[in-house]
């Protein structure tokens, strides 16, 4: 479930278009980027994975290959899921409502510096510096709300790969029919894991 928190990170810097001094902080227009991860993540963090924008319901798709399946983020309500498609089922991530909510709208409440401007996988950004509850650091964000590179001042953090801009099939966004829900943390309470309560 991890693997959602560099997605989450990319969608803060880049959450719905705000004041016309702030960067549109989530993607305008429907998009698939690639990113690679940076700097010294752990050993259960992938090193890329692919975020998929449905931009006019504010979803996200993520997926890398060292998940079972892919997860599907809400903007607008901060609700994250895993589907696994190879057994029907899909389960709640492990972290907190307000945890969620509070980062797919980091970039909405950061403060931000315009810092010149910069490439990466072939399209312009803004560069702009960033502070939010103590931690600093950089993102470069398109003109239609897109993070092409993000990190904290230790160098971690994402940065995109390939970029390509065109319409998302709205299926690819919705939890098939059919699938159980099954949320994993009670379940692993009620053997006696002790996972924390959402």
């Known amino acids: 479930m991890r693997s959602l928190l560099p997605a989450l990170i ?7 278009a705000l004041a016309q001094s ?6 305008t227009r429907d998009v698939a980027v690639t990113y690679s991860v940076l700097g ?8 890329e994975f692919a975020v998929a924008v449905l931009a006019s319901e504010g979803l996200l798709r993520v997926e890398t290959p060292s998940l079972p399946g892919w997860g599907l983020a809400d903007r607008r309500t901060g609700r994250m899921e895993m589907v696994m498609d190879s057994m029907r089922m899909v389960t709640p991530s492990p972290l907190k409502q307000e945890e969620a909510t509070r980062y ?7 403060r931000l510096t315009r810092a010149g401007t910069a490439s990466q996988a072939g399209q312009s950004c803004t560069n702009y510096r960033w502070e939010q509850q103590g931690q600093r650091g950089t ?7 897109v993070l092409l590179r993000g990190v904290n001042d230790r160098g971690e953090g994402v940065e995109a790969t390939r970029v390509a801009y065109g319409r998302q099939d709205p299926s690819r966004f919705r939890v098939p029919e059919g699938y159980r829900r099954v949320d994993l943390g009670d379940m692993a309470r009620s053997l006696g894991l002790g996972l924390p309560r959402r």
């Open 104 to 110: 797919l709208r980091m970039a909405e409440t950061a």
């Open 22 to 27: 702030r960067p549109a902080t989530f993607p």
């Open 139 to 145: 993102a470069c964000i398109t003109a239609d709300g």
């Open 10 to 16: 990319l969608s803060l810097a880049a959450g719905g």
């Open 40 to 47: 010294n993540a752990s050993p259960q963090t992938p090193r």
